[in-house]
T-cell receptor, first 115, second 111 residues
Framework: EPEVTQTPSHQVTQMGQEVILRCVPI?????FYWYRQILGQKVEFLVS????????KSEIFDDQFSVERPDGSNFTLKIRSTKLEDSAMYFC?????????????FGPGTRLTVL | DAKTTQPTSMDCAEGRAANLPCNHS???????VYWYRQIHSQGPQYIIH???NNETNEMASLIITEDRKSSTLILPHATLRDTAVYYC????????????FGGGTRVLVKP
């Protein structure tokens, strides 16, 4: 069964450093998402991406964040200058367009730890 | 903010049915009810969704009231592996719509 994959599973970085989190969505999916979950808190939407552009973003997704689909298979989230409060699980999700509904399939997540 | 209300937690006996309620009194006509679950710190897992008819798949059944203001997710024979946080989410039909997660119901299946 196809699944969303994410790398790395755990990333440790120093405050102020740039990080890139990588995702490989399910191959025939057209919609891509990033969510995050700070330890003990709710899963929060960050951004959605379709047709090579951002379709929606949350207030969390400020100028420090960017997304890219560089090669037609990978979907990346870049944080330019990490802060302590960026420590969280980051989940990638993808969805197909079928029948007027669109369940999202989530990857296993990348745990980002900012020191 | 999430447009649903769920109990914070519930216990269930292994092998018994687990009935998880959800209130969504402000749901609009074109919004679906989705259920996801999250086992420990894994990525959320899609379970089922519905608009107004009851739905069943290999994982669960979804019962939606006639006025659509509430629904119940039924896990017919709960196993220990069903221990998770279960999220009831109301979402529009457009493919790009984000999922807005609330606190969910923490379900503990006990032997």
């Amino acid at each position: 069964e196809p699944e969303v994959t994410q790398t790395p599973s755990h990333q440790v970085t120093q405050m102020g450093q740039e990080v890139i989190l990588r995702c490989v969505p399910i191959s025939n999916h057209l919609y891509f998402y990033w969510y995050r979950q700070i330890l003990g808190q709710k899963v929060e939407f960050l951004v959605s991406f379709y047709n090579n552009e951002i379709s929606e973003k949350s207030e969390i997704f400020d100028d420090q964040f960017s997304v890219e689909r560089p090669d037609g298979s990978n979907f990346t989230l870049k944080i330019r200058s990490t802060k302590l409060e960026d420590s969280a699980m980051y989940f990638c999700a993808s969805g197909r367009l079928a029948g007027g509904y669109n369940e999202q399939f989530f990857g296993p997540g990348t745990r980002l730890t900012v020191l | 903010d999430a447009k649903t209300t769920q109990p914070t937690s519930m216990d269930c006996a292994e092998g018994r049915a687990a009935n998880l309620p959800c209130n969504h009194s402000t749901i609009s006509g074109n919004e679906y009810v989705y259920w996801y679950r999250q086992i420990h710190s894994q990525g959320p897992q899609y379970i089922i969704h519905g608009l107004k008819n009851n739905e069943t798949n290999e994982m669960a059944s979804l019962i939606i009231t006639e006025d659509r203001k509430s629904s119940t997710l039924i896990l017919p024979h709960a196993t220990l592996r069903d221990t998770a946080v279960y999220y009831c989410i109301v979402r529009g039909v457009a493919a790009g719509n984000k999922l807005t997660f609330g606190g969910g119901t923490r379900v503990l299946v006990k032997p």
